[in-house]
Structure formats: C-alpha cells, structure tokens
C-alpha cells in the first residue's frame, strides 16, 4: 500500500509552484519594465541616426571635454575615497573609541542627505558671500563653478561607499591575524601591506568599483556647485541633461549610452568578482 | 627564559580583570594558566606577550623589565586560539614570515629561510604540505603550523592560547601529547592557557589555577588535586562535595549531630571532600541519606545522596560506591569522609 501513497516531503521553507511563479513573473515584470525597457531606449534612441551621428555626438568638443572631466574628477574622487575609506573603516573596525556610533552614522551620512542639498553646502561654504569663498580667491584658487568644487561635491557624495563596504568586512575578520603578524615581528606598516590589505582585497575592489560608477554618474551635487560652464565644467551627467533640454536627442542619449555603459561594465565586473571569490566579494570573507 | 610577573593589574573601563597578579615562571618549565571563563587567564597571557599592557605592575624577562617595550621588541612565540593563520599564504609562507619581515640587516638570506622553513615543518611533522594553503589544512595541522610559525623567530618564551580548544577530544588528546614531548626536546619556557583541567594537569609542570582576575594556587598535578588550598580550587579541580559544618569541641558537626570525623580547633566553615574519598559505614556517627540515583562514570559508580537531618533542608552529595554491589535507590546510605578539608568562613 505504501507504493500508492506517495508522500511529498517538502521544505518547511519551500513555496508552492504557483507562489513561485508569481514571485519570479512579477520581479521580472518588474525589472524588465523599469531597468532593461530603459537601458534598450538608451541605445536604440543614440543609435537611431546611425553609427556616424553617434560617433559624431561623442567627437564633439564639448560633448569630449565632459568625458575628459568627468574622468579628471574620478580619478581625483575615487582614490581619495578609497584613502579616507580605508582609514575610517581601519578605525571603526580595529579600534574601539568614544563617538565610534557617532562616526559610523557620520559616513553614512552623504546617502541620507539629498545631493541637491551636499552641492548647497559647498555653495555656501565657498560662495562670493562665505568666508573662505574670497579667501581663497584673493590666492587665485577658484572653488565654486570650476573643478575644485566639482571635485569636493563628488568626493562628499561617494564617500560612504569603500567605508561601507569594508567595515562589516574588517569588523568580522577582527584584529587576530594583525596581532599574529605583530608577535612575529612585523612593523604596523608590514602588517597592513601582507596582511590586512591581503585580506580586504576584494571588499576593496568593490567599494572602487561602486564609488567610481557613482562618481562618474554624480548629477544632483555636482549640477549646483558646476556653474554648468560648456567645455569647461560640465560633467557628462550635466551635458545629457544639457543636450536633452536642447532637444539634442541623439547626441544626448549617445553620452547617456557612456554612462549605462560603464553601469553595465561595473556589473559585468562585480558579477564576475562574486562568482570568482565567492559571497566574500560582496562584504563577507573569501 | 625566566619570567617574572610582579602585581600585574589590568583593568579595562574600571573593570579590573587582573588583581596584583604574581608569578615567577622558570626557565624551560611548561605552565598552564588554568580557570572558568573570564578569570583573567587569557589577560595574563596577553600582558606577558605585550598584546595589552598592564595598568600596573612589571613584567621581567629574566633580568629585563619588559613591562613597556612592545610585541615585537618582546621576541615572543604567540598561538593564537584560532590560529590567525594569513590565508592568504601558503604553508611556507606563513611559516617564513616573521623572518621575511625583519629588518635588511637581520633578515636571513632567502635560501636560508626556506631551509629553516622545512626543517621547522619536519619539526612538526608536516613536510610536504609546503605549499597546502591553511584551509586545506586539518585543525590539528593548522594548530602545528601556528605553533611552527612561532617558532620561526626563535622566541624566547612560547605562548600558547586554548592551544586545543577548536579540535576534537581525539585529536586534542594526540597533539597534547605531541606538545608535550615538543617542549621536553626544544625546553621552550611555555605557557599555555586552557579551561581544561585535565590538558592542565596532564600536560604542565605547574598549574596556575585562576578565578576572577586573581592566582587561587600554584603547584603540582598533586598539589592543586590533593592538597586545594581554597574552596574555589577544591570545586573547580576534580569532583567534589561540600557541606555547611561546625566544629566543636573537636567533633565536626553537620546540622548539629557529629558525623564521627573531627578537627582540632573549633569553627565553622565548609566541608569539602571527594567522592572518591569516602567510607559507607554502619556507625551511628556518619553522613546519611536518601539515594536519589546513582551513574556509571567509566571504571567507577557514582551515587548521588540527598543527606538532611531531621527538620533540615537536604544537601546533595556525590560518594564513590562500590561497582559491583549497586546500591538501590531511595535507600539510606550512611558514609564518611576519609580524607577532606574544612574552609572557614
């Protein structure tokens, strides 16, 4: 009688087929509609002239000294972010001090504040009304409507991201293998370049990754503190917005194309750093 | 190397994990930092490396005083509880690495190193496993690479943290056997913290055994087992029983009635004794009471016995009974102490 009755052993934690199904429909409805539908407009909408029209949009003069900026600005924004990241994460995760929670809530504190309003902040702080604003001016040194703030804006915006990644990284692998490397001899510096940096590597790699993808797409802070000067300071977040209100289609969704191009290169890297190293990429250990 | 550890205290946030802690450590002895949990045994371990530093007293590295030079000034050999193998490394690289960071002018020339590199691996019985990385290892054999590592640099005193604590009873059994013959060849000063007593006792020349942040008794296997000098180490060492006593006029008094053992000055305090130290007897004078059950414990019976004078509360207490006469339960089972000690209050 046994054979007749088949019985279905299921996981306590298992769904149904059909709550499944709804479950991976609607997601996909979901994502289809709100990041693949768009990503399609990009390239179908900078291609729609042709080849030549896109390349033509991208070999501009203006449209080429944004990706130049864009660019400068990340290559200044991304290391030093990866500095300051390193150094937080160092402190709040081997160190223990008072205003540590205070210090944890600062870094987080550019994701909880509208980037309209961290570009503000510079206004103010280095406006013609501020103090350090003529200051700085009667050296020369012009912060507001040129590259220097549009530096500091990004900086401030992508800071949180290496620290983010690397604390609950280096939290968990606590201070043993630096104690190890100290007994045996090794100076602080020894022990940071054989062993913690070793160790953190590709939380590392990620928290860049994700910091130059923000940095290089920044809109809202850096479009206060840009003066959107064409060829001069527009990033390549601004000249899209640029070009589009000019009813420069083509041209705007080619540069826009740059951009979901390097999102797209940045997932393709991330993917492949997380199937190479396992989970441990994404913030746990390898 | 000879330590000397004089009125250690620690203390972290105005806690105090270390009270005046003293101990003298011999040169090439093997010692054992014994106790429960947050006795400070793995603080006093750390001091002595120069993983922390006291709040005050000194540490003396034979005639040095150690107290405020640094980890790695102290040129100790460290086995962490976990390992804190560099995953990263291989085998031979962990091995070499704290001859690979040392300055240009005391660094050993590259072929040098990895010749002492493999003869430390046939130290600890791992050749060929050079280039293994340490999560292909066994937990014993990444417990022998740790210790290989630390004694790359030549240490002058070797600490071990809960050297067996992640490993199996089987393994834990043969590595301590291994340590043991480890140090009787290289006669490393060693010290080694455990919260097994019987790694201790097996294991060290001399027991430090410590309960909340102080040193309860120093000595021999025999010493701290047989002749507990507190009623912390009595309990903590081996089984044991303990009863609230009077002694008068000679006569050691339980609940008022004598229980046919005595003392020569009278007091009161606590009687402590070993199931294994123990008489069933039939005199009127004894310890009596109900048996509530009895367990086979490997070669002997223990049988466990709730014993009250009338009117009293009960005190429950474990006695040794013979293994081929099993005793039944709910009988009245007299006995009396033949080797025990009373702790004044």
């Not at chain 2, 790359?152 to 071990?160: F, G, K, S």
Request: glycine share 8%.
């Amino acid at each position: 009688m046994s054979e007749n009755r088949r019985i279905l052993f299921r996981n306590p934690a298992d769904e149904s087929f059909t709550t499944k199904l709804v479950l991976v429909c609607l997601s996909l409805v979901f994502l289809g509609f709100f990041l693949f539908l768009p990503l399609v407009v990009v390239f179908v909408e900078a291609f729609r002239k042709g080849g030549e029209a896109y390349y033509e949009a991208l070999a501009e003069p203006d449209a080429w000294a944004a990706i130049r900026l864009t660019l400068t600005v990340a290559a200044i924004a991304v290391p030093l972010n990866l500095v300051f990241g390193l150094a937080a994460s160092w402190a709040i995760a081997k160190f223990e001090f008072k205003g540590k929670a205070f210090l944890t809530t600062l870094i987080d504190l550019p994701f909880s504040i509208s980037p309209v309003i961290s570009g503000l902040v510079y206004v103010l702080l280095f406006g013609t009304g501020s103090l350090l604003g003529p200051w700085l001016k009667s050296y020369g040194i012009e912060v507001l409507f040129a590259v220097p703030g549009i530096v500091l804006a990004t900086v401030f915006v992508t800071f949180p991201f290496v620290a983010r990644e690397l604390i609950p990284l280096m939290q968990d692998q606590g201070t043993g293998d630096e104690e190890a490397a100290l007994s045996l001899g090794a100076s602080g510096w020894q022990t940071f370049w054989y062993v913690t940096l070793p160790n953190i590597k590709w939380g590392l790699l990620y928290g860049v990754l994700l910091c130059n993808a923000r940095a290089m797409g920044e809109f809202g802070a850096v479009s206060v503190v840009s003066g959107r000067i064409r060829g001069l300071t527009n990033t390549m977040p601004l000249h899209v917005e640029i070009l589009y209100n000019e009813y420069n289609m083509v041209a705007a969704f080619a540069v826009a194309s740059l951009l979901a191009l390097l999102a797209l290169v940045t997932l393709a890297l991330k993917t492949f750093l997380e199937l190479r190293f396992g989970a441990g990429a994404a913030g746990g250990r390898h | 190397m000879e330590v000397k550890i004089n009125n250690i205290r620690k203390e972290f946030d105005r806690f105090a994990a270390l009270h005046d802690v003293s101990l003298n450590i011999a040169s090439g002895e093997l010692i054992a930092l014994l106790g429960p949990s947050g006795s400070g045994k793995t603080t006093l371990l750390r001091l002595i490396a120069g993983l922390d530093f006291p709040t005050a007293g000194q540490i003396f590295f034979g005639e040095e005083d150690a107290s405020h030079h640094s980890v790695q000034d102290r040129n100790v050999g460290f086995v962490f509880q976990h390992y804190a193998l560099f995953r990263h490394m291989t085998v031979a690289q962990n091995i070499g690495f704290g001859l690979k960071v040392r300055p240009s002018a005391s660094r050993p020339p590259k072929s040098e190193i990895k010749k002492r590199v493999s003869d430390l691996l046939d130290m600890v019985q791992l050749s060929g496993l050079e280039n293994r990385y340490p999560n292909q290892l066994s937990g014993g054999q990444r417990q022998r690479v740790a210790l290989a590592r630390a004694m790359a640099i030549e240490p002058r005193i070797l600490l071990l943290d809960e050297p067996f604590g992640a490993l199996d009873a089987k393994v834990r059994k043969e590595l301590r056997r291994w340590l043991r013959e480890f140090h009787d060849r290289t006669g490393h000063t060693t010290v080694f913290v455990t919260h097994d007593q019987e790694e201790a006792l097996e294991l060290a020349d001399r027991v430090v055994v410590m309960s909340q942040g102080k040193i309860e008794q120093v000595g021999s296997a025999d010493d701290v087992y047989d002749r507990p000098q507190s009623p912390f180490v009595f309990s903590f060492i081996g089984e044991s029983s303990h009863l609230p006593v009077e002694v008068k006029d000679g006569a050691v008094l339980f609940q008022g009635e004598p229980i046919g053992i005595s003392q020569g000055s009278d007091s009161a305090g606590d009687l402590f004794f070993r199931p294994e130290d123990v008489v069933l007897t039939d005199e009127r004078e004894a310890l009596s009471g109900k048996v509530t059950a009895s367990r086979r414990l490997a070669g002997t019976r223990i049988a466990e016995i709730d014993i009250a004078n009338n009117g009293h509360a009960p005190f429950h207490v474990e006695v040794e009974v013979p293994l081929h006469a099993p005793i039944e339960l709910g009988s009245e089972a007299r006995f009396r102490p033949t080797r025990w000690k009373i702790f004044t209050k």
